[in-house]
Nanobody, 125 residues
């Protein structure tokens, strides 16, 4: 499966941004999906995960209450709505697909077999 993330950009602190990730070449509804981010000089960080139906959602501690993930299986797309953005949210954001469901309620990157190319989010103060 191929994943294409988009929607990144430059935003002021306190602002909002919505990322999209479109999947192709696979059965999107069979994948758990996740979002990760990586800032320069830092390790990759789990941001959010969503189950196949969208009924289970889970978030990294640093984004709880500010970010929301959702999916539209008919459009093979997963979204990450980001609000109350902070400068420390600046990073490259990646979407990823887990075909086995091992990522449920986990922040680990290992269950994800497929990764998108990333989209840059920059939050200025």
């Amino acid at each position: 499966v191929q994943l294409q993330a988009s929607g990144g950009g430059l935003v002021l602190a306190g602002g909002s941004l919505t990322l999209s990730c479109v999947a192709s070449g696979g059965t999107f509804s069979s994948y758990f999906m996740g979002w990760f981010r990586q800032a320069p000089g830092k390790e990759r960080e789990f941001v959010a995960g969503i189950s196949r139906s969208g009924g289970s959602l889970y978030y990294g501690d640093s984004v709880k209450g500010r970010f929301t993930t959702s999916r539209d299986n008919a459009k093979s797309t997963v979204y990450l709505q980001m609000t109350s953005l902070k400068p420390e949210d600046t990073a490259v954001y990646y979407c990823a697909a887990d075909p086995r469901g091992w990522s449920l309620y986990s922040a680990a990157a290992r269950p994800y077999d497929y990764w998108g190319q990333g989209t840059q989010v920059t939050v200025s103060s």
